[in-house]
Each structure stands twice: as structure tokens, then as C-alpha cells.
């Protein structure tokens, strides 16, 4: 069986995050590496993650373009940096996508 590590300073940093009305939470391994481009409320390199959110929130497709956008990144939707591939698991991109958009309510 597989196991993540996880400190507890970035455990609470997330709980605090997902807020308490969200069932989905902010994936660990790729929370530290989003959050050097991306920031709860404000723009960083990136959108912030309440922007990315409200962007997509009337759009039926969102999950599946925020998770694209995660596995192999995206050029020039927000400007003219490009936003890097992760390499994540994609159910740990499915969780993520669904987090953003909970972000909405």
C-alpha cells in the first residue's frame, strides 16, 4: 500500500482552504506546487483560484477543462504565460478541478 506524507502545517493550510461547505478538498501533492503560481484571492503568475473559478462557473464543461489544464497545461487563456503540465495522478487532477470549482458556492 502506498502512502503519502504529509506535514501537518500543510494539512491544516488545506483544511482552512477547502472551506467548510466544500466536500472537496485541495489535493496535497500538487497543493505546494499551485500555490507558486497561484493564490487563493489574488493574482500571482496565474489567476487566482476564486477568479479560475468564477470564470468557469456557467460553463458545463468546466471540470474536464480544469483538469486538462492541469495535466498539460494551457497557453494563453490568462495571458501570455504559459502554465506548465503537472504530473500528477489524474484522479488527483479530478479532485483539484472539483475543489476550484466548489470555490463557487
Not at 55 to 76: C, E, F, M, V
Not at 81 to 104: G, K, Y
Amino acid at each position: 500500500m502506498k502512502f503519502r506524507r504529509v506535514s501537518l502545517s500543510i494539512a491544516i493550510a488545506l483544511a482552512a482552504t477547502a472551506q467548510a461547505h466544500s466536500v472537496w478538498a485541495a489535493p496535497s501533492a500538487s497543493e505546494q506546487t499551485c500555490r507558486a503560481c497561484h493564490d487563493m484571492n489574488s493574482k500571482k503568475v496565474g489567476p487566482s483560484f476564486r477568479e479560475i473559478a468564477a470564470s468557469y462557473r456557467n460553463d458545463p464543461d468546466a471540470l474536464a477543462k480544469i483538469r486538462k489544464s492541469i495535466l498539460q497545461g494551457s497557453t494563453g487563456k490568462w495571458g501570455n504565460i504559459p502554465m506548465p503540465a503537472n504530473a500528477i495522478p489524474d484522479d488527483e487532477a479530478e479532485r483539484f478541478a472539483h475543489w476550484v470549482m466548489s470555490l463557487n458556492k
